[in-house]
T-cell receptor, first 113, second 110 residues
């Protein structure tokens, strides 16, 4: 049973550029959530997708946007990158009926220079 | 006041010790409480979750929730060097977002 997968593993971008991160959920899961984890901090909720719609959003600017596809996979897009966007970006999947039970992927480490 | 508070440590113990990791939370409406383990440069791994108050045991791990004092604990018995990691407590908000503590870094020496 494949777990949550994310790509790419690492990414280096320049300030002002745009980035797209990808996530495939655990088999059987229909809900995908994205989190940002800065060094030494716990993950911070960005948003959650279910049935291809954004279900809830955390305290992140509109530069952060997402998408969920019919096969439940998801993308996170960040525009106009800032140095402060450097972090580990984590994708988590769950069943919508049990959103408290979220399983995380290995993350994408984004460095903005 | 942050919604979930967790002492970042670090916490260092010898192999075989009993480890106690703790968090407090502020919102009495929270119902589910989770513990995650995160190895360096990896994603968090769900260890266990508890609904409302009470205890839950899984092998060497026991999770405990005291809703009256808004206190969450994770106990690790017979700790092993492989338990060295960052432990994150979390609770759910309205069944969607997870709210995490900052994590406690644990080091178990052999």
């Amino acid at each position: 049973d494949a777990g949550v997968t994310q790509s790419p593993t690492h990414l280096i971008k320049t300030r002002g550029q745009q980035v797209t991160l990808r996530c495939s959920p655990k088999s059987g899961h229909d809900t995908v959530s994205w989190y940002q984890q800065a060094l030494g901090q716990g993950p911070q909720f960005i948003f959650q997708y279910y049935e291809e719609e954004e279900r809830q959003r955390g305290n992140f600017p509109d530069r952060f946007s997402g998408h969920q596809f019919p096969n439940y996979s998801s993308e996170l897009n960040v525009n106009a990158l800032l140095l402060g966007d450097s972090a580990l970006y984590l994708c988590a999947s769950s069943l919508t009926s049990a959103s408290y039970e979220q399983y995380f992927g290995p993350g994408t480490r984004l460095t903005v220079t | 006041q942050k919604e979930v508070e967790q002492d970042p440590g670090p916490l260092s113990v010898p192999e075989g010790a009993i480890v106690s990791l703790n968090c407090t939370y502020s919102n009495s409406a929270f119902q589910y409480f989770m513990w995650y383990r995160q190895y360096s440069r990896k994603g968090p791994e769900l260890l266990m979750y508890t609904y409302s108050s009470g205890n839950k045991e899984d092998g060497r791990f026991t999770a405990q929730v005291d809703k009256s004092s808004k206190y969450i604990s994770l106990f690790i018995r017979d700790s092993q060097p492989s338990d060295s990691a960052t432990y994150l407590c979390a609770t759910d908000q309205a069944g969607t977002a997870l709210i995490f503590g900052k994590g406690t870094t644990l080091s178990v020496s052999s």
